[in-house]
């Protein structure tokens, strides 16, 4: 629905995109991991959803342009105006859909890396951006990426990073790993 680059299409298709935000949702917010729900929405006109307590939900509706988000990063807490067309709330209808996560394995291992904990969520991240490069470059086919990825994480030890360093060096080995099986 937008124009994002090569890379970040590629994780859309996967859903590796998703997962993604799920490990930042879970930093960003200190929220556990089953308390982070994801559903598909393919229209990308929301953006995020908070459910309260009480059953009430608060959703960032918008059209699918990064200058609004850019913008209130540089203005908050004000919120400046750009040239983005305000959003037409009668353009259609708003439908989810619950992710298969058989189909879409990087939203699964992207859980369960963030879970693990320690260095897993950093090799993730490196085998996917690899494993993504071999199929742009028609090294690895589309179905290939989560395979890549699952066999990286299996091949890390993923033990908590003590510096920069050793975080470093995981995503090097993950990165290695991935590039090594495809």
Do not use: Q
């Amino acid at each position: 629905t937008w124009s994002m680059g090569a890379k970040f299409t590629v994780d859309s298709a996967t859903l590796a995109n998703k997962g993604l935000e799920v490990i930042e949702a879970h930093f960003l917010f200190g929220l556990p991991y089953d308390r982070i729900e994801v559903v598909v929405h393919p229209t990308s006109i929301v953006h995020g959803v908070v459910r309260f307590r009480d059953g009430a939900a608060i959703a960032h509706l918008g059209y699918p342009d990064m200058r609004v988000p850019i913008s209130y990063a540089l203005t908050y807490p004000e919120r400046a105006e750009t040239p983005v067309a305000p959003l037409d709330l009668t353009a259609g209808p708003l439908e989810f859909f619950e992710p298969d996560v058989e189909t879409f394995r990087m939203l699964a291992l992207a859980r369960e890396a963030g879970e693990r904990g320690g260095t897993y969520p950093c090799a993730y991240n490196a085998a996917n951006e690899e494993a993504v490069s071999g199929f742009l470059e028609g090294r690895v086919g589309f179905l290939d990426i989560a395979a890549l990825v699952e066999e990286a994480l299996g091949r890390v030890d993923g033990a908590p990073a003590r510096d920069l360093e050793e975080l470093r060096e995981a995503d090097r080995r993950a990165r290695e790993l991935a590039v090594a099986w495809a």
